[in-house]
């Protein structure tokens, strides 16, 4: 008897993101003076924008770092070139990708073709993106302790107050997470929990590499937020940095819902949601997000040129220079998931 037919999810259609960031666009556009986004976009000076993304492009070296450490740790032993190109190749696919996740398939597929151990690559790239979040996480938390010195008395209430609840929030999903009678899932659903277990013991065991790799990421997360910090100071958002701190990444995070491309749209209505209460106009916080968005765009494109062009001096198969771990030369199968 044959296996049945799996058809794809309607809403993973990559017309459908696009869709939905054209729609949250168009939302925006219609609700907030369409002409004030359009005069704050055209005060940021020429010279701005390749300095922005030359900045864009130098920051992402930190984050190579941080995913060839976790990598080889778990045993993929990619060399420093390797480990960029492929991670440029993943910044491509991030933007022009149907999500983030099709953006770590294509940066796995890349590493494969110098990667000692496949397995490896899958379970450091886990880490790596699981660490991402606990980054952002840790930057806005910073923010979060710093931003209510910028806001009113009433204000300040209804910001810790909601700062309260989503603490709350997070601390019962992960009680719930850690409680979770995992064995009472079916067969099919705790094979595919295997890799994460398997990463989580592969970096218990190099606890000084984990912290590492927690601290780039938190450090690129902050630069990231200095850069657009400095976007919006050219729009004329003139709030303190530690404000961005706070909303930058949760604006971030809330781009990764699956629900637009590339999270355009969902990010520029999070951020004039999440500036609102520290006196920053709507339009000033779509357009200052609507710039940074232009700067991920031309960075994608820049991204997988260089690692196109890098492809010429092409690495050979059966290994890179210098790894940790056992060298193994299996391949996991990859899929939109990633693994």
């Known amino acids: 008897m044959s296996a049945p037919v799996r058809r794809p999810c309607w809403w993973k259609h990559p017309a459908v993101r696009i869709a939905g960031s054209l729609v949250l666009l168009a939302m925006l556009f219609t609700i907030l003076p369409f002409h004030e986004i359009r005069a704050a976009i055209a005060s940021v000076p020429w010279w701005v924008w390749p300095v922005a993304l030359a900045t864009y492009m130098c920051l992402h070296l930190i984050g190579v770092a941080k995913w060839r450490l976790l990598t080889n740790v778990a045993g993929a032993g990619l060399s420093f070139g390797g480990a960029a190109r492929a991670y440029y190749w993943g910044l491509f696919g991030n933007t022009f990708l149907p999500s983030i996740v099709g953006g770590d398939a294509v940066r796995m597929a890349m590493a494969l073709k110098s990667a000692k151990s496949g397995h490896g690559l899958v379970l450091g790239s886990l ?13 806005a938390g910073i923010g979060a302790w710093l931003s209510p010195l910028a806001l009113t008395a009433d204000s300040r209430r209804i910001f810790l107050l909601a700062i309260g609840l989503l603490t709350a929030a997070g601390v019962a999903g992960v009680a719930a997470l850690l409680l979770f009678p995992v064995r009472r899932l079916p067969f099919r659903v705790r094979r595919k929990l295997v890799p994460v277990r398997r990463a989580i013991r592969a970096t218990a065991v190099r606890p000084g590499a984990l912290g ?12 990231l937020v200095v850069l657009n910090w400095q976007l919006g100071r050219a729009i004329g958002i003139e709030i303190p940095l530690y404000v961005w701190l706070f909303v930058w990444p949760l604006a971030k995070i809330s781009g990764l819902l699956p629900v ?8 520029e209505a999070a951020q004039a949601a999440l500036f609102a209460p520290f006196g920053v106009s709507a339009a000033k916080a779509v357009a200052t997000g609507l710039v940074f968005e232009v700067v991920i765009l031309a960075g994608g494109l820049v991204g997988g040129a260089l690692a196109f062009l890098a492809g010429a001096r092409r690495e050979p198969t059966t290994g890179a220079h210098g790894g940790d771990g056992a060298v193994s030369h299996q391949r996991p199968v990859l899929t939109q998931a990633g693994a």
């Open 212 to 223: 590492s790799a927690l601290l780039l990421g938190a450090l690129l997360q902050s630069l």
């Open 260 to 267: 637009t491309q590339g999270g355009i749209g969902v990010r």
């Open 127 to 139: 880490v790596d993106r699981f660490l991402d979040i606990i980054g952002l996480v840790l930057v």
